[in-house]
């Protein structure tokens, strides 16, 4: 196997050249650069990063720990991680920590046994023992769709990127009081998640701009997932005034909530007006169309790795949350028709 002697002599120049080309340490000059990456294009060299990674402390990977991979929501989010890293030259090591706070303990610890140079986690809806793991560790963290207090007292600084929730669900809402519905149920998800918290507020503050009462029974809780959703869906069409229309709080419970519809032969938007907090792929191809907030996910994952190299550059600033904007993509559900204007977009959130 080619080793880097072999690269220095092949290409005329010092070991220490070959590590500056490599590491991107120290600027070489063009030629001497090319030469060096000719050299080892033609004796196949491939660094050994474990040998590297004893020298430097540094395993050039990132953690990242993400429930429910399977639900596109985060398989794209993943896909702007995977795309962010690969630029800088990072590799990744996944986990699902299947939205279990102790679960998620344990794959943390073992990403934090593997020395990632940094972490990038979905919290669970109890991330106490999390935060007091990454904190004892002092590992490199950005959080990410679900936002957690810094816990009291702790000198741990950590970054953060979501989407905005409050006023996008708020416009699901009043669009459909605008349709003249004065029933609007929620289909809400897994209590303690931010999102959850905050798509139930924007929820209320939709009401009150429409000038509607809140009804304590018109909120059931889908727990972010399909099986459940059906459940709280059907609850809420069997109680004495059901509603006229439903705001579901995510895809999967998106799902949840149709497969109750067409198991009570009812339909949508003439039985039940629909909007949906997510946008998917199939989203489009369902009779009617959903109506629903998009989220920018594969910017969500670029942006959580931007945040993380910057931390890993300046360990000790200060945390940072970056809200990303969601757009409105108006479709058909809601009972509009097919003529509806193009994609509105919301206002871009402060980064803090
Ligand atoms: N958070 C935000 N959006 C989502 C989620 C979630 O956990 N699941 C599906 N869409």
């Known amino acids: 196997m080619a080793t880097m002697v072999d690269v220095a002599r092949r290409a005329g120049v010092s070991i220490a050249t070959v ?14 650069r ?28 990132i953690g ?22 690969l630029q800088h030259g990072y590799s990744l090591l996944i986990a699902d920590p299947h939205d279990d706070p102790e679960h998620e303990r344990k794959v943390v610890q073992l990403l934090h046994e593997r020395r990632v140079d940094g972490m990038i986690i979905a919290p669970s809806a109890a991330p106490e023992g999390l935060l007091r793991l990454l904190a004892q560790h002092e590992v490199p963290t950005v959080f990410l769709d679900r936002l957690v207090d810094s816990p009291v007292g702790s000198s741990f600084r950590f970054d953060q990127v979501c989407t905005e929730n409050t006023e996008p669900t ?19 998800g897994l209590p303690g998640l931010s999102t959850t918290t905050e798509r139930i507020t924007g929820y209320r503050h939709g009401l009150a701009q429409a000038g509607l009462p809140h009804d304590e029974r018109l909120v059931a809780h889908g727990n972010s997932q399909a099986d ?3 459940e709280a869906t059907r609850g809420l069409l069997s109680l004495p005034a059901p509603p006229t229309a439903l705001v579901t709080a995510n895809n999967a419970m998106t799902i949840g909530a149709l497969r109750a519809l067409r198991g009570l032969r009812l339909s949508v938007p003439d039985d039940l ?7 998917f792929a199939w989203a ?7 109506t ?13 790795v931007r945040l993380l190299l910057d931390r890993l550059a300046s360990p000790e600033r200060t945390g940072r949350t970056l809200r990303l904007p969601s757009s409105f993509v108006h479709r058909t559900s809601c009972g509009c028709p097919d003529s509806s204007p193009e994609p509105e977009h919301h206002r871009k959130g402060p980064e803090s």
């Open 34 to 61: 090319q030469a060096v990456l000719d050299a080892i294009d033609e004796l196949g060299y491939t660094p050994n990063t474990l040998a590297r990674s004893l020298v430097t402390s540094r395993t050039r990977s």
């Open 19 to 32: 590590s500056h080309v490599l590491n991107a340490t120290r600027p070489v000059l063009p030629a001497t």
């Open 292 to 304: 629903a907030i998009s989220q920018p996910s594969k910017e969500i994952g670029a942006q959580a």
């Open 228 to 230: 459940a959703a059906e």
């Open 170 to 188: 708020a416009h699901l809402v009043t669009h459909l009081a605008e349709r003249g519905h004065r029933r609007i149920a929620l289909v809400a």
């Open 64 to 85: 990242l720990a993400v429930s429910a991979i399977s639900n596109p929501y985060f398989t794209e989010i993943l896909q702007g991680v995977e795309a962010g890293a």
């Open 284 to 290: 489009d191809l369902f009779t009617p169309r959903l």
């Open 273 to 279: 007006a629909l909007c949906c907090f997510d946008d």
